[in-house]
């Protein structure tokens, strides 16, 4: 059952946090959110993930922009890591 | 001139002489150091159509400008030669303690000339500098190396570098070895040490510190950066998790090269990451190269089971990556072994990596059997089979002595079509990277002078969009919306704003986790402040950029004058015919009119010819390269 809300987003966050239950998640949003809408629900529900500075992955494909959301993406999210 | 050490040092090792030079002002002006300096003796010195291995090719070890101050992560030395493995251009570039040591002993570069008839190792004590018998070290590993001359010395305070039984035995990619744990390892210049029958160079220098021509700036603008460097968020994460943290995240999106770039994602991948090397605790200590501001460096301990006793600087994510997921091995303890034996030996973990996965698709596939092995299976995910053939290559025993020779040698000789799944540029085994679907990687890696290697040009924002990739988009591009690895517009233009900023970043010595991973922290207008505060020579960023641009245009005429032209210049078959078979990318792969397209706009750009690749006279004369221009008019490579 939705909320009243046009979208379900499944968040997955295991590799930014320990703790077993919020690493996947469904949130809520009314249509039209954006990724940056999805941070800040993130950070309203879970302000112990820092959700400030990383990489956003939509159905896997990592997003270079903010951008719009359609109902069941899922959206995942991971520190920001570097190498060679 | 401030920043720099005094003297270049020669060491001729046919002959057993020994001089010194002052080191030219002019040089330091007009190649700012490093990598630059080392690319313009390695025109001067080495001629056309010199043998890799034999008595004409040189090894020329540079320090970076900013190496022996405390400018953050500015340890880097780069390390030129002519390659044994391509017959090209190559440099390597390696962190540890090596480099700021050699500008204390007083010299900003050593240039290693001619071949010993016996094994022999450097000693430099400051002033004092002698050729000494190393007989007694040949056959040694990495770590045995640096302690038994650490004895025979008898101090603890040095620093080496040195070349372990590959290398000796000329493996094509053995590389250099910097203070043990660290590692100028591609394209072969342990080979060319071996060649020279050179071990180490060993070196203490006890002058003073490195003269600031404007100290207060310096200091400054260093503590500045050193601010802005600790509170970075990928900085943090490089140190507690390492490079290999990329692991998980290439897996999640389908972009771990697995199998010899077969598959893109290998199921328990999980197990060869850094974040699963330390929650299991093989994670021994963290520690930095000289001034480092990270640390992303690690060392790695296996206490038991069959690998137990394995202990070695890394893995880092290269490394996990290709002797790993490359194999479609999981065991982490394998892994750690072989990560282990290749630094031991003095091998690239990249290319050897790259050559195992060669010869286990060459066995699945019936091009190479068990008659070629001696019995050994090369099955997919075999850790046993791979710690095996590290060795086997180290010590060209076996199979070992054909994968010595790389994977483009090597398919020549096994012949079919080992070719088509040959991953290599111009000889170089490919860098850990899926560029069927990230255009500016594929043109980056296809268009560096020494090989297939992400160390020339990284297109940072295709793999991490990060707020301060975003904005450089948009500063050369226009617009950010051109981050998308997917398109092929502007990718010239990106591409070639990095080989700038690569360039320069080397010559200083500084990192590129600190002047690219980390937002470009280190940026140019920075790295042009730094230079100019230290040496007392004014650079603005666009001259550093555009020195940059030279250094690029140098070393593409060196490979100019030894042949290379367009066809060079191209990413292997697999990427334009075998599409990724998985994930959010399935069905991507490169396609010959889109990259053509890239390569004119990349050649256009650079004032280069379309047609052939090769630069005009024009253009190397307007980037400062006019004596250059001339040479290569009279021999008829360019017009």
Request: glycine share 10%; hydrophobic share 35%.
């Amino acid at each position: 059952v939705r909320g009243g809300f046009a979208l379900q987003i499944t968040v997955d966050v295991s590799r930014m946090t320990k703790t077993d239950a919020d690493k996947r998640f469904v949130l809520e949003l009314p249509d039209g959110s954006t990724i940056e809408d999805l941070k800040s629900e993130v950070t309203n529900k879970f302000p112990h993930i820092d959700v400030g500075y990383v990489l956003i992955l939509v159905n896997d494909e990592l997003v270079y922009t903010n951008r719009v959301l359609v109902d069941d993406n899922v959206v995942k999210i991971f520190p920001p890591v570097m190498g060679g | 001139v401030y920043g720099f050490a005094p003297y270049m040092l020669h060491v001729d090792l046919s002959a057993g002489n020994i001089w010194k030079n002052p080191l030219d002002e002019g040089l330091c002006r007009q190649y700012l150091g490093g990598r630059g300096i080392n690319a313009r003796l390695l025109w001067d010195l080495v001629p056309q159509g010199a043998d890799p291995l034999g008595t004409d090719n040189v090894l020329i070890i540079g320090s970076g400008t900013l190496s022996g101050t405390h400018a953050p992560s500015s340890g880097r030395t780069t390390v030129t030669f002519k390659s044994p493995a391509t017959n090209l251009y190559a440099k390597s570039s390696g962190g540890g303690h090596f480099g700021p040591e050699l500008k204390f002993a007083g010299y900003n570069h050593i240039v290693v000339h001619g071949c010993s008839e016996k094994p022999v190792y450097v000693w430099i004590e400051d002033d004092k500098v002698e050729i000494r018998d190393a007989s007694h070290l040949w056959g040694l590993s990495v770590s045995e190396t640096d302690e038994a001359i650490r004895q025979e010395l008898g101090r603890q305070d040095i620093e080496t570098v040195c070349i372990g039984p590959a290398g000796e035995n000329m493996v094509k990619f053995a590389g250099v070895m910097i203070s043990v744990g660290c590692a100028a390892a591609r394209a072969g210049g342990g080979a060319v040490m071996g060649s020279k029958k050179l071990k180490a160079i060993a070196v203490k220098g006890s002058k003073s510190i490195v003269k600031v021509a404007e100290p207060t700036k310096y200091g400054n603008l260093i503590s500045e950066i050193i601010n802005d460097l600790a509170t970075y968020p990928s900085r943090r994460r490089l140190e507690e998790i390492g490079t290999s943290a990329l692991v998980p995240i290439r897996n999640e999106m389908h972009m771990l090269p697995t199998k010899n770039w077969k598959d893109a994602h290998l199921e328990g991948a999980y197990s060869i990451s850094g974040q699963h090397i330390k929650e299991a605790g093989y994670l021994h200590r963290r520690s930095g190269c000289n001034a480092c501001a990270t640390g992303c460096h690690r060392y790695t301990v296996v206490q038991s089971g069959p690998y137990a006793g394995t202990q070695s600087a890394g893995p880092e994510y290269e490394t996990v990556a290709a002797i790993g997921a490359g194999c479609g091995v999981t065991d982490v303890e394998a892994v750690l072994r072989a990560n282990q034996l290749c630094n031991e030996y003095g091998l690239d973990t990249i290319s050897t990596g790259g050559v195992i996965q060669w010869a286990m698709e060459c066995y699945e596939k019936g091009v190479i059997t068990d008659t070629d092995t001696g019995g050994l299976p090369l099955r997919w995910g075999d850790g046993l089979a791979v710690v095996e053939l590290v060795r086997q290559i180290a010590f060209r025993k076996g199979i070992g002595d054909l994968l010595a020779e790389g994977v483009s040698n090597a398919s020549k000789q096994v012949g079919q079509d080992s070719w088509k799944w040959a991953m290599h540029v111009k000889g170089l085994e490919y860098s850990r990277a899926e560029i069927r679907c990230r255009t500016g990687y594929a043109l980056a890696l296809a268009v560096n002078p020494r090989g297939a290697d992400h160390l020339h040009s990284q297109v940072y924002a295709e793999f991490g969009a990060t707020p301060e990739a975003l904005a450089l988009i948009k500063k050369i591009c226009g617009d950010e919306k051109y981050a998308d690895a997917l398109l092929p517009d502007k990718r010239a233009d990106i591409v070639r704003w990095h080989e700038d900023q690569y360039a320069a970043t080397d010559c200083l010595g500084v990192c590129t986790f600190a002047s690219v991973g980390h937002g470009y922290l280190v940026d140019p207008d920075r790295l042009s402040k730094l230079f100019s505060y230290l040496t007392g020579i004014n650079i603005s960023e666009e001259d550093l950029l555009k020195t940059g641009r030279k250094i690029i245009n140098l070393e593409k005429a060196f490979n100019v004058r030894e042949g290379a032209t367009r066809k060079d210049d191209y990413p292997p078959w697999r990427f334009f015919n075998e599409p990724i078979n998985s994930g959010p990318y399935e069905g991507h792969m490169l396609d010959y009119d889109v990259f053509n397209r890239m390569l004119d706009d990349y050649y256009e750009l650079h004032g280069w010819s379309v047609d052939n690749g090769l630069p005009t006279a024009e253009i190397l004369k307007k980037v400062g390269l006019e004596d250059i221009a001339v040479q290569l008019q009279k021999t008829g490579r360019i017009t």
